[in-house]
Each structure stands twice: as C-alpha cells, then as structure tokens.
C-alpha cells in the first residue's frame, strides 16, 4: 500500500482560509467514508481532528472541516490562527482493512 | 479520561528487536483494537499494526514479516516487538486506540505521547 499524498507545505496569514488536499485511490478514500485527519504540533502526540471525511469530535473548533471528491479529500481551516501551525496528516482505512497515512502537511501562519 | 503511555528501550542495536509496552488507563483493553503508529525523523506517520484483544491482528504489509503483537489483558497493556532491526527503525513510536470498523470507530481517537527508538550500535 502506498502512502496518500499531500502537499508538503502550504501556508496562509491569520485569518485566511487554506485547504490540503489529500489524494489516494479508489481502494483508500475514494473507496470509503473512512477518512480522518490528524494535528501534530512538535514534540506533540498526533491529535483527531476530522473523522469520517467531514466529523468533528467534540472540541474541535469549527473552523476545522472536511469533505471528498472521488478519491481525494480536503482539509479546510478558516480564520487561520497562529496556534494552527503545525502538521497535518491525513489518513484512510483501505483493501484488506488495513490502514494508510498522508505523507504529511507543514502549515505556516505568515 | 483514556491515557496510554509507551514504555520500552530507547536504544537497540542493527539487527536486534526493538520491544515496546503500551500501558492503558481509564479505559479497559478488552473488546477494542489498538494500534502502533511510528514517525521517523523528518518523514510521515506510518501505520505499524493494530491487534484486538482477543489476539487478533492485521500488519502493514511492508513490516509484517518483521512484526508481532501482543495483549495483556490483565495488565491493560499491549505489546510490540520489531526484529531485524536497522537505522531505517528508527523513529518515535506511538500506540494508539483504534481503529475499530463495528464500533463504529474508525479512526484513532486516543495516542500516547510517543518514545523515540535509535537504533544504532
């Protein structure tokens, strides 16, 4: 299995609107409900931040969603802080019932 | 409030096997899947494996020969062991709950805070 892919980088000034995208195949997101996306600040345990393309858990700010086109997903921050720098990954259940991870976003607020 | 915390060796030697325990609390380990995800230096999360309590387990193909897991559940812990080891292992490793298709719970709700594995003679 290979690991969906992500923008290295992607950057935005406070109170901007960015979005990663996050492109699999038909076996991983395009096949399935099942992706999430994790925060990861340095030093830091990753956190859940979308589950099941476009959930919130409880805590999360809504200015964090998700959504899905075919086999690609999207994740959308508003009204960028500078406490949203750090990196994201996105992730998906795939064949076999396994699972694959995102190569990894570094977002920087300018 | 769930916790886990890794424990283990923070160095192993090329071609040893590197051994870590997952310690839960505030949540039983029985009827559940939990997982080992690693990140190397400089590189991406990847997905190790997960094993239910009951013993079952699934691997990521690109480890699995090298990979084997274990639940004790009268520890409220689970265990992972990596042989063959070389510096391409060397990575801080994390336990995590999830995932669990029939719970509903398909996604990785609860991490410890990671241990970082050198491997190097």
């Known amino acids: 299995q290979s690991a969906l892919t992500q923008p290295a980088s992607v950057s935005g000034s406070p109170g901007q609107s960015i979005t990663i995208a996050c492109t699999g195949t038909?076996?991983?997101?395009?096949?399935?409900?099942?992706v999430s996306w994790y925060q990861q600040h340095p030093g830091k345990a990753p956190k859940l931040m979308i589950h099941d393309v476009t959930n919130r858990p409880s805590g999360i700010s809504d200015r964090f969603s998700g959504s899905k086109s075919g086999n690609t997903a999207s994740l959308t921050i508003s009204g960028l802080q500078a406490e949203d720098e750090a990196d994201y990954y996105c992730s998906s259940s795939t064949t076999g019932d396994l699972w694959v991870f995102g190569g990894g976003t570094k977002l920087t607020v300018l | 409030q769930v916790q886990l915390q890794e424990s283990g060796p923070g160095l192993v030697k090329p071609s040893e096997t590197l051994s870590l325990t997952c310690f839960v609390s505030?949540?039983?380990?029985?009827?559940?899947?939990w997982s080992w995800i690693r990140r190397p230096a400089e590189k991406g999360l990847e997905w190790i494996g997960r094993i239910h309590s009951s013993g079952s387990a699934n691997f990521n193909p690109s480890l699995q020969r090298r990979v084997t897991m274990s639940v004790d559940k009268s520890r409220n812990q689970f265990s992972l062991k990596l042989n063959s080891v070389t510096a391409a292992d060397t990575a801080v490793y994390y336990c995590?709950?999830?995932?669990?298709?029939?719970?509903?719970?398909?996604?990785?709700?609860?991490w410890g805070q990671g241990t970082l594995v050198t491997v190097s003679s």
């Open positions: 038909s076996s991983d997101v395009g096949g399935n409900n099942y």
């Open positions: 995590a709950r999830g995932y669990f298709r029939s719970a509903g719970r398909v996604y990785f709700d609860y």
């Open positions: 505030g949540a039983s380990i029985n009827n559940d899947y």
